[in-house]
């Protein structure tokens, strides 16, 4: 079984930062991609940052400057730290790693159940 556990949002004011941490544990051979969603109200969920495995890098256009993906292969844990937070990051931040588990060769996608982050004075 494989879990994902995401912590570090809360709320902040605008311009102000956050560090989401995002932790995969479980039966685990290895982590490919490891990436960070963020669903707002009435909204679709979208694609906030993702870091592959040999370390490439891919960000939402209104994040980049501002938001910053990292990892520890070690661990399998995914980071996020996120400057100059503005009132339009409020949402939900989901946890995505892509993962091979033993006994099989095939990579899937797995989900943490999300940690709300809302910037507001």
């Known amino acids: 079984q494989v879990q994902l556990v995401e912590s570090g949002g809360g709320l902040v004011q605008p311009g102000g930062s956050l560090r989401l941490s995002c932790v995969a544990s479980g039966s685990i051979v290895s982590a490919n991609a490891l990436g960070w969603y963020r669903q707002a109200p009435g909204k679709q969920r979208e694609l906030v940052a993702r870091?592959?495995?040999?370390?490439?890098?891919n960000y939402a256009d209104s994040v980049k400057g501002r938001f910053t993906i990292s990892r520890e292969y070690a661990k399998n844990t995914v980071y996020l730290q996120m400057n100059s937070l503005k009132p339009e990051d409020t949402a939900v931040y989901y946890c995505?790693?892509?993962?091979?588990?033993?006994?099989?060769?095939?990579?899937?996608?797995?989900w943490g159940q999300g940690t709300q982050v809302t910037v507001s004075s």
């Open positions: 995505l790693a892509n993962l091979r588990r033993p006994g099989t060769l095939q990579w899937d996608d797995y």
């Open positions: 870091i592959l495995r040999g370390g490439g890098e």
